[in-house]
Each structure stands twice: as C-alpha cells, then as structure tokens.
C-alpha cells in the first residue's frame, strides 16, 4: 500500500519562458500535515495550482494519491479538499446553503447531506448561525466556513493556501486547531501553503522551504531546526556596565558572528566555537554573568538564514 | 495582495468539468434574465391595452416566440458571453463586456427602426427560424467548450 499522499518529482514549471519553479522534489505521507513554506513570489501558489491540475507541468510529475492531477482527471478532485485564497463562498446564501451547494456539487450522497452539513457546522462553530448570510460574516467567520467546506467530501488530502491570513489572532488560533483536530481525529493529510512560520511551527510535523523557485530545504520541523543549529547564547550580565565590556569583547571575536545587547542582556550566535570557549573567555576577562542560557533557534531564524544565505551566494 | 479570483478558482478545483461549470453559470444567468423579460412582455401588454379600445393579445406566433425563442437567445447570448471569458481569460470581462452591449444595442436600434416601419412581423416560419438558430448557436459554444482551458483561467485570474 502506497504510504504517500503525494509525491512530487523533479516538478519544473515556466512561464513565457521564465522559470517559476526548478527541480522540486518532496513527499508527504498520508495522515501527515505538511508544511509549504516561502516568501511571497517564491512559486508556493504555482506548486500547488499544478498538485490541483489547475496547471501543468513544464516537466517532471506530480501524484496526487497515486494519480496525475490531469485538469480532465475529475476522480482526484473528488478525494481532495481545497481552500484558497478566496473561501469559494456564496455570499448572499446562508452558511448551510453554501455547504449544501458543495455537498451537491461534490454528488454526497442525499441521506448523509443533513447529517454531514451539521456536523461541519459544529465543527466550524457556526452552528447557531447557519441561517444567517455569509455576506454578513466576519472574516475568521467566512475562513473557518471555507474550511468546513472545503471538507463537505471527506477528502483524503485537504490543500490549505494560507488559511490564517488575515485573520485576528483568536481566529487564528481557532482555524489552527481545527487543523491540528482534522489530522489528529481524522488522520487527514493536510498540504499548508504558508509563509507563516509560526503556524508551520505549532502545526506541521515537516516541512519544505521554498526560494527563487527552488526547495532549499525539506525535513521535520525538528531536523529542520537541528541542521541549521549553530549555537545561539543569550547572557544576562549583573549589571550594564558588564553587558557593555562583554558585548564588546565578543564583536571583536571572529567566531561571534552576531551580537546584540538589551539592557543588561547579550544575545551571541557563534560560528564555530563551542560555547563554553566564549564563557571562558568572559571569566579570563572579570566578567561576572548571573544566567547563560542557550537558546533553540526557532524555524523564524533557520528561515531568514536560509533566504540570507542564498541573497549572500547570489 | 494578490486580486481573487472569486469562486472559480474554487469551482475548477471541484469534480464539475469546464462545461458543466459553463452551462451552470449559463442557467445561473438565463433563468433571472427570461423572468425579467416575461415580466417586461406582460407589462408591454398590460400598457397597449390601457391605450386600446380593444383587448390586444399576443398572436400565436408571438406567444410561442416569447416561450421558446427569448430565452434561448438569452441563453445563447449568456452562454457566448461566458463562454468567451473563460476562453479570453477574466482579465478582458470588462472590455467585453462593453463590446458586446455596445454590439447589442445598435442591433436593437437597427431592429426597431425597422419593426417601426413594419419592415417585420413575427410569423411561424421566423419563430421557427431564429429558434433553430439558437439551438444551433448553444450546440456549437457547448461543443467549442472543449478548448476551454484551466491553465488559461487560473492564470488570468492571479
């Protein structure tokens, strides 16, 4: 059995000849939620739009489900959820309506309609409000509907085009965990287009980052942090006078490539040197430190490095 | 921000083929149209007859023309319409939008000065003929929608 819900090949696409995308190649395994991240214009929407046969190719494969997602190919669009940018509602139908439509659409059978529609209603928390106009929603409102209807068919896989954009912080967290609900009770594959670290972070179990066009890295959330862990020590000195001397001794270091101060605190990312090189280094020269802590790069970091690194080589 | 593509990017996403997706919108359209025009014919009606001495009915020929004949012209006219916006791209809407009211008004107006002159009169055998045309008109837009292309319509609504 056939443990990918999506496999993508040596993925190319142009446009007019300019090159959009090159040599992509990742999978995601069925029941996994998968996190698609890049700056805007770094080929993240066309990435998808080719794994929703809505484009093609220049060269390479995608398999969706084992299957091409060829724009004629209408059994693949039967076992997929999709939400975009826009919710693909109908504003002046109430929020059951709209499902109703796409329950139709999507040919769910007559009996299980009702059942199904109120329990996506339930599931969105708009149960109270499944009468009412979708014109007259609110943003997070018309996002977590979306998302409920982008589920009418049960899909095997459910593609996400950033889902929380735009949203308040609470509605935010609310469509995060109906994500997070979706693969845990449902074993949903769920494919996140995002640029939203944050949410690829309390979501995702792996990840690829995408730049000019190019995976530049694909992992779990946690390699991903591990293969770009360069030690990053944050010190809290006794007073600011210390802060100083020691923000000072370590820029004039080689190995300290990045130094900060805060008040009485200093932030160092090192190169290559060991940590305890630069706290032997602080007590050869008086420094009296309170607390050193070392810090986890968070993946906001291993990305901004990623990009800075690849501005660099170019 | 990137401009949406409103509801049919979503919709090309669905199982419905591109000529499925069409003929909906067609009836979508055609539908709310003839309820419009049968409402204007009645009120047509209702006022000639305020101003007549006599009850004036549609003759059989009309009668029929309006039941058969509008709507399939509504449909057609819709369904070209349609049919060239997913074909031109959703950028060039507008544009066509007013090219072919444009087009459609100075055929009323050629039209009417006609009907005025009593250059026509609704006969069976025109009744017949425009209705053929229609039906002949849709079938060949329903038969063109197989060179609709997704590609073309994703990329003109990004």
Same mark, same amino acid.
């Given at each position: 059995m056939d443990m990918n819900a999506i496999e993508i090949h040596d993925l190319a696409k142009s446009f007019n000849g300019s090159p959009?995308?090159?040599?992509i190649n990742f999978k995601v395994r069925k029941g996994e939620i998968f996190g698609y991240l890049g700056p805007n214009g770094s080929g993240k929407t066309t990435t998808m739009r080719i794994m929703l046969g809505l484009l093609k190719p220049s060269s390479g494969r995608a398999l969706i489900l084992g299957e091409e997602p060829d724009e004629h190919n209408g059994s693949i669009r039967s076992r997929i959820g999709v939400l975009l940018e826009?919710? *693909?509602?109908?504003?002046?139908?109430?929020a059951y309506q709209n499902l109703l439509y796409y329950a139709r659409l999507y040919g769910v059978p007559e009996p299980d309609r009702v059942e199904k529609i109120e329990r996506l209603l339930e599931f969105a928390g708009l149960s109270d409000r499944?009468?009412?106009? !979708? *014109?007259?929603?609110?943003t997070g409102m018309k996002r977590k509907l979306g998302l409920a209807r982008a589920m009418i068919n049960d899909p095997e896989i459910l593609f996400l085009d950033?889902?929380?954009? *735009?949203?308040?912080p609470e509605s935010r967290m609310l469509v995060r965990d109906l994500i997070l609900r979706l693969s845990e009770e449902g074993g949903m594959t769920v494919f996140l287009n995002t640029h939203d670290l944050s949410e690829v972070e309390k979501v995702c179990s792996n990840a690829a980052i995408l730049e000019g066009g190019r995976i530049r890295v694909c992992d779990t959330i946690v390699g991903l942090k591990r293969s770009h862990d360069t030690p990053v020590l944050e010190i809290t000195l006794v007073d600011t006078e210390y802060a100083v001397r020691t923000l000072d001794i370590l820029t004039s270091q080689?190995?300290?490539c990045d130094c900060e101060r805060d008040d009485r605190r200093v932030t160092v990312t090192l190169d290559d040197e060991s940590p305890s090189t630069v706290l032997a280094m602080l007590v050869t020269n008086g420094i009296a430190a309170e607390e050193v802590k070392n810090v986890t790069k968070s993946l906001e970091a291993v990305y901004l490095d990623i990009v800075k690194r690849r501005r660099e080589h170019e | 921000m990137r401009r949406g593509g409103g509801i049919i990017e979503t919709l090309l996403c669905t199982p419905l083929s591109l000529r499925q997706i069409w003929a909906g919108k067609v009836l979508g359209v055609t539908i709310p149209a003839y309820l419009i025009a049968l409402l204007t014919a009645a009120l047509i009606t209702l006022i000639a007859n305020v101003f007549s001495t006599t009850i004036l009915l549609p003759s059989p020929a009309v009668f029929l023309h309006i039941v058969l004949v509008v709507p399939a012209f509504i449909a057609v006219a819709v369904g070209l319409l349609g049919f060239g916006h997913l074909l031109l791209g959703m950028r060039e809407n507008q544009i066509m939008n007013i090219t072919i009211f444009v087009a459609i008004f100075f055929a009323f107006s050629l039209a009417n000065t006609n009907v005025i002159n009593g250059g026509y009169a609704v006969s069976w055998a025109m009744v017949g003929g425009m209705l053929s045309i229609a039906v002949l008109l849709l079938a060949l837009i329903s038969y063109l !929608?197989?060179?609709?292309n997704k590609e073309r319509i994703t990329t003109t609504i990004a």
């Open positions: 959009v995308l090159d040599e826009n919710n *693909g509602l109908y504003e002046r139908l109430s499944r009468n009412e106009k !979708t *014109g007259r929603f609110s950033e889902p929380t954009s *735009g949203l308040d080689d190995h300290a | !929608t197989r060179y609709l």
